[in-house]
């Protein structure tokens, strides 16, 4: 329930926006290479950078703002919860918020990784990663994703998905916020490790389905068949009536 209402909550603040201020952009692209190099700071307050972080490993990505009043902590709730289910081991992954604001600090980076702690639980929470510093909002614009500052009641307005990198810092697939499934997660860590995680099934799933774009989810290539055939039979039946029609006048 919370979930469901925390969506209608993303597209009712998207209207409103699109009424009042001109809305961030947001066009990830598969294959995109953010900065491994960029300087970051932990949860410790310790510099590291993203390929430090990565460590060799696949991740998930959110970028947002550990202050954020409104979807930020419902998307890392949901992602850490969905994780649990997916039953790939938290050693062989990350999962990662970046901050945007680059005034938060490590204080900021721990209350959020302690919010999130309830929902990935003890083994879960070792897989995140909570970053901070003053290149977290250029790594987003290499991704593809934009903010609006609102100074007068501190906030930001800002996209939010969740995007699957390669253990070398490459976007390789994007889950729009709060319609994933748990299998979804898994299978975009799969994809994105190339071959490293995953079950035999997994790898046959994935050479035998596709990624819908339109909501963001793996789909069975035959059900994605089916759906273009019905596309295509009902372009054509409308295409003949059409044409009779044109004929009788």
């Given at each position: 329930?919370r979930?469901v209402?925390a969506?209608?909550?993303?597209?009712l603040?998207a209207?409103v926006g699109c009424w009042a201020v001109?809305?961030p952009?947001?066009?990830p692209e598969i294959?995109a290479q953010?900065?491994p190099?960029r300087?970051l700071?932990?949860?410790?307050?310790?510099e590291?950078?993203l390929?430090n972080v990565?460590?060799?490993?696949?991740?998930l990505?959110?970028f947002?703002?550990?202050?954020?009043?409104?979807?930020c902590?419902?998307t890392?709730q949901?992602?850490a919860s969905?994780?649990?289910k997916?039953?790939?081991?938290?050693?062989?992954?990350?999962?990662?918020?970046?901050?945007?604001?680059?005034t938060?600090?490590?204080?900021?980076?721990i209350?959020?990784k302690e919010?999130v702690?309830?929902s990935?639980g003890p083994?879960?929470?070792?897989?995140?990663?909570?970053l901070?510093?003053s290149e977290?909002?250029?790594?987003?614009?290499q991704?593809?994703?934009?903010?609006d500052t609102?100074p007068?009641?501190?906030?930001?307005v800002?996209p939010i998905a969740v995007?699957a990198?390669?253990?070398?810092?490459k976007?390789?697939r994007?889950?729009?916020?709060?319609?994933?499934?748990?299998?979804?997660l898994?299978l975009?860590?799969?994809?994105?490790?190339?071959?490293?995680?995953g079950?035999?099934?997994?790898?046959?799933?994935?050479?035998?389905?596709?990624f819908d774009t339109?909501n963001g989810?793996?789909t069975p290539?035959i059900?994605a068949?089916l759906?273009?055939?019905?596309?295509a039979?009902?372009?054509a039946?409308g295409?003949?009536?059409l044409?009779?029609?044109?004929r009788?006048?």
């Amino acid at each position: 329930m919370r979930r469901v209402l925390a969506a209608f909550l993303l597209v009712l603040a998207a209207t409103v926006g699109c009424w009042a201020v001109e809305r961030p952009s947001f066009d990830p692209e598969i294959g995109a290479q953010l900065d491994p190099d960029r300087p970051l700071r932990d949860s410790t307050g310790a510099e590291t950078s993203l390929a430090n972080v990565l460590d060799g490993k696949p991740a998930l990505v959110i970028f947002g703002y550990d202050k954020c009043p409104n979807l930020c902590g419902v998307t890392q709730q949901a992602v850490a919860s969905d994780l649990n289910k997916t039953g790939l081991d938290p050693a062989t992954y990350r999962a990662l918020f970046i901050s945007i604001d680059q005034t938060e600090t490590s204080e900021d980076a721990i209350a959020a990784k302690e919010a999130v702690a309830q929902s990935a639980g003890p083994d879960g929470l070792k897989a995140w990663r909570f970053l901070t510093g003053s290149e977290g909002a250029a790594l987003a614009a290499q991704a593809g994703i934009s903010f609006d500052t609102r100074p007068r009641i501190d906030q930001f307005v800002h996209p939010i998905a969740v995007l699957a990198l390669t253990p070398g810092g490459k976007i390789s697939r994007v889950l729009p916020a709060l319609t994933f499934e748990p299998r979804d997660l898994r299978l975009a860590l799969v994809e994105a490790s190339a071959g490293k995680l995953g079950s035999i099934a997994d790898h046959v799933f994935l050479l035998c389905a596709g990624f819908d774009t339109s909501n963001g989810q793996y789909t069975p290539a035959i059900w994605a068949a089916l759906k273009l055939g019905g596309v295509a039979t009902l372009l054509a039946l409308g295409t003949a009536i059409l044409l009779l029609a044109r004929r009788r006048t």
